[in-house]
């Protein structure tokens, strides 16, 4: 192929990811580019001006102990919700990745929770938390343990809120895992039941190292979905008590729209976003890393 046909050719592949290219741009690209401009400014939601501040509001941030806090609530969240995710979502694909109706019938019923609103499923746990009167506490009563007010205590409210979190999404990543279970060929099965190849072995030796790219997608996923969190905790505790729930998106909507105060809210998002690409960054670079040893 002469150089001028060589050209062409590139130049015509190069149309095909043209629109892919424009959209990503618009819609990833730009908006980054933004907000990082606007995190160098003082800027006011109710009027037009806006004076540049260089790091300033970055420097806020690193003395705000308000800051610290939600950043600490968001990340212990995650830290939380994750690894009960991919464990639980696992398990639950792990007993369900049989034939009939019965399995059927429990993969929908563990999945339908998912497509509830927040609304819902915030609504039904404040009530099955309440002290005294809710269900959780009827249960502790009956078993003769003592009420816990498990939303307004400091300790018990995040990680009852990840539970929460838990039970409501745990349907996607169980049939991303459903999945991935079932494009494991059956003859690699077959011929480890040939061998009397016991169950555990059967499931550390070739369910789980098949399932390792699956464990990470879900890991990654369920580490991006965590730390947004924000609407369950709005509804269920308003960041309370004593700022224990608070998130870090809470802390960027108060301060854009209850504040005013759109540069610093832009600010913190653009730490949030740093924080979670270095989350999902080492996760990745963690997991290649063990390939690498397996090999």
Known sequence: MSAVGLRRSRLSNGLFVLPFVAIYALLVLWPLAKGMAISLHDHDLLSDDSFYVGLDNYVQLAGDEVFHQVMWNTVKFVLISTPIF??????????????GRLGALLRGTFFCASVFSVTIITLVWKLALMPERGLVSQFLNKLGLPDMALLSSDALALPTIALVTVWWIIGLPMILFLSALQQIPSDI????????????????RITLPSLSRTIVLVAVIEVIREFQVFPQIMLMTNGGPNNSTRPIVQFIYEQAFMQLSLGYATAASQVLFAVMLIGVSLQLWLERDRKGVRQ
């Open 86 to 99: 991919v464990i639980v979502s696992l398990a639950l694909a792990l007993a369900l990745n049989r034939p």
């Open 189 to 204: 099965y077959e011929a480890a039941a040939l061998d009397n190849t016991s169950r555990w072995r059967t499931l550390t």
